[in-house]
């Protein structure tokens, strides 16, 4: 046990030695990113420890000892009731630590020799305190979920690309990523999951007693994705049209009011205002799917913007009607490069930008807050309108970079490429590039 505590021990004398008996508010900002990195790096190997911890007091509670077990011994019902009133924590919490200590684990034969853990790739990721206990209990849950319909060898090349994939991602981009690393597992499996959202698929409407007309609805993806799309699209228009009339902060309106509008105008639109002005220019649905898929009826396909994927047969529904775009792989396409023959990504290099980027490729926003940014810029730079030369970026993202001294990096060809932010020495003083873009927030498998 103190082996499998030292890195502990020694992140926590770290984590003091730069703070020591300093106020937190006297911390230079480097020492500040520095210090928050230690305390994340630090609960990660502390979960890490109480997963083991957890997993072994289980097994000296399990239920053949009876009354001897330890948690009976010490009073509680079982081992997840003692781990929870211990740690302080919830009976959930408990049980998904007991499950990732298992899972994670050297495990005991028959024979009594010792075997690798279940999840070898998250116990050694987690052990290196690259993973929380929530992220490890997330991949193990998925893992777990398709094990008898996966094959053994696409079952450990997902646990190594997961586990490597979420180290600094937040929850929510970890289960974007895991839900598309499911249907890559289980492709056969994407479709009864699509029954299911279509049976949960409901809107309600009604007005309260203060006259107040309240929606509450759960779409499907293939359902939820053109009203998702054109309120963010008129979300965005409307941001942008505030910040190019500098209009005052006492005038701003919140987001949900402005997606509350949204939804009225475009209601007014399909029902036949006059006003033809509603601003979703270029809002366009886009399904993504391999060509062999589309022709053999095999695999799934994703929506941008939306993490759960859609089986075959809902991308060749949604392809025939209107307002939606196949990205189709392995397929003809447009003119993707035009040189300087023009200034303006066009709609089909923005596309394939999509394809490439997924959206803001620094922070997955989804591609309808994105534009498409020179890298090296048209008037300055006389830098060519083509696709290893533009990035999809949300304004916040272009405007840090331009701010703050990050530069942008596109190496590979076409759509292939891959987007790497390289930060300024301030953030990183070795100046290391970090993975963005699609291969950064989608499941790289």
Not at 269 to 290: F, M, N, Q, S, Y
Not at 322 to 347: K, Y
Not at 419 to 430: E, L, Q, S, T
Request: charged fraction near 25%; aromatic fraction near 4%; include cysteine.
């Amino acid at each position: 046990m103190s082996d499998h505590l030292a890195p502990l021990a020694a992140a926590v004398d770290a984590a003091r030695g730069l703070w020591g008996e300093r106020a937190v508010e006297s911390l230079a900002p480097g020492a500040l990113m520095q210090l928050n990195q230690l305390l994340a790096q630090t609960q990660r190997l502390l979960d890490a420890s109480k997963a083991r911890v957890a997993a072994e007091i289980s097994r000296q509670s399990r239920p053949e000892l009876g009354p001897e077990g330890l948690a009976k011994s010490q009073g509680y019902r079982n081992p997840t009731a003692l781990i929870a009133a211990v740690g302080g924590s919830t009976a959930g919490d408990a049980a998904r630590l007991v499950k990732v200590g298992e899972a994670t684990a050297p495990r005991l034969t028959l024979s009594g020799e010792t075997a690798p853990a279940k999840h070898p790739h998250v116990a050694e990721a987690l052990a290196r305190g690259e993973l929380t206990a929530g992220a490890a209990a997330a991949i193990i849950a998925m893992l777990d979920r398709v094990a008898l319909r996966a094959e053994r060898e696409a079952l450990d090349k997902a646990e190594r690309t997961l586990s490597a994939q979420a180290r600094g991602l937040s929850a929510d981009q970890l289960t974007r990523v895991i839900t598309r690393a499911e249907a890559w597992l289980d492709p056969l499996g994407v479709a009864p999951r699509e029954d299911e959202q279509r049976a949960e698929t409901v809107l309600h409407v009604h007005e309260d007693r203060t006259g107040m007309v309240v929606l509450n609805g759960r779409f499907a993806p293939d359902v939820g994705a053109p009203i998702k799309l054109a309120v963010e699209q008129y979300v965005a228009a409307v941001l942008r049209a505030q910040r190019d009339d500098d209009v005052p902060d006492a005038s701003r309106r919140s987001i949900p009011q402005i997606q509350a509008e949204a939804l009225s105008k475009i209601a007014e639109h399909g029902l036949g205002c006059a006003e033809k002005d509603l601003p979703l220019t270029g809002a366009t649905v886009v399904v993504r799917i391999d060509h062999a898929d589309l022709v053999e009826g095999t695999g799934y396909a994703t929506i941008d913007g939306l993490a759960a994927p859609i089986s075959v047969a809902t991308a060749r529904r949604m392809a025939a009607g209107g307002g939606v775009i196949s990205a189709v792989f392995g397929g003809d396409s447009d003119v993707l490069d035009w040189g300087r023959r023009r200034r303006f990504f066009s709609d089909a290099q923005r596309l394939a930008l999509v394809e490439r980027d997924g959206g803001c490729a620094m922070c997955s926003a989804p591609p309808s807050h994105t534009k498409a940014h020179h890298l090296r810029w048209w008037a300055r730079d006389a830098g060519p309108t083509d696709l290893r030369n533009g990035v999809l970026l949300c304004e916040a993202c272009h405007h840090r970079i331009h701010d703050n001294g990050w530069e942008i990096q596109v190496n590979g060809p076409g759509m292939r490429a891959k987007v790497k932010f390289i930060p300024p020495a301030h953030v990183d003083p070795a100046r290391t590039p970090r993975l963005g873009g699609r291969a950064r927030f989608d499941f790289a498998a």
